[in-house]
């Protein structure tokens, strides 16, 4: 049995080819990849991680996370993993707790908590938002209750026929899309493009706003 359960985890890991190396000789991402192999070599029923990925580069984050999610789905392991990153929280969780100053303060689940916070800490926990003045939205999509309204990227869209005109204040070139930091009056607006899209600071753009998933925090 352990010479079996040994195969698959090196096997799942692709981590075959170093099994009779010593730890010290191989690379940071590798030994990461061994100390995990190690936490599943007998089948735990909970694994819990913490910040397994922190000190990783990006290339070898990714590895890991690939063959691990692979690797816990395939067993059923219970798994609590703890992390500062909002797009590894929202992408591999089932179930997602937000901790703020050794609190609990919101769970449930991870599409929940991002377009339907019930605090500001959470929705800029999990990801860029930004508060929109009332005198921008639409009587209709406004409640009666007290509280303020914040928009996320995704819900702004270039459009020839938008409702409102906003103004360049800077671009911020990310490789496959780009930040366009814009503002109305004295709102800050912030959105996706297509890297390709040339648009400049001082540049006046017709956009659509998706009034609909407005996040409300009340107060």
Same mark, same amino acid.
């Given at each position: 049995? +352990? ?8 096997? &799942? ?21 061994? &100390? ?6 007998? !089948? ?5 991680? /913490? ?9 070898? &984050? ?9 690797? +816990? ?14 797009? /590894? !929280? ?9 901790? *703020? ?16 916070? *019930? ?19 639409? $009587? ?14 995704? #819900?702004?869209?270039? *459009? ?15 490789? /496959? ?12 607006? $912030? ?5 390709? #899209? ?13 009034? $609909? ?7």
């Amino acid at each position: 049995y +352990i010479t079996a359960r040994i195969k698959k985890l090196l096997t &799942a890991f692709n981590i075959e080819e170093i099994s009779h190396t010593k730890a010290k000789q191989i690379s940071g991402g590798e030994q990461q990849r061994v &100390a995990i192999c190690c936490a599943l070599a007998e !089948a735990p029923k909970l694994l819990m991680l /913490d910040e397994p990925l922190a000190h990783l580069d990006q290339i070898n &984050a990714k590895i890991i996370k690939d063959y691990l999610w692979k690797f +816990i789905k395939s067993e059923k392991i219970t798994t609590l993993f703890v992390t500062h990153n909002p797009l /590894d !929280a929202l992408a591999y969780s089932s179930r997602l707790a937000i901790v *703020n100053k050794g609190k609990i303060t919101e769970s449930g689940n991870p599409k929940k908590l991002y377009n339907q916070p *019930n605090d500001l800490y959470t929705a800029e926990l999990l990801g860029n938002c930004f508060k929109i003045n009332r005198n921008l939205i639409p $009587e209709k999509h406004l409640r009666k209750n007290r509280g303020s309204y914040y928009l996320r990227p995704e #819900m702004i869209q270039i *459009n020839e026929t938008g409702n409102l005109k906003t103004e360049v204040v800077n671009c911020i070139y990310y490789g /496959d899309r780009q930040l366009i930091q814009s503002k109305i009056k004295t709102s800050k607006i $912030e959105f996706y493009t297509v890297s390709s #899209m040339k648009i400049s600071k001082g540049d006046t753009l017709n956009i659509t706003i998706n009034f $609909e998933d407005l996040i409300f925090i009340p107060k």
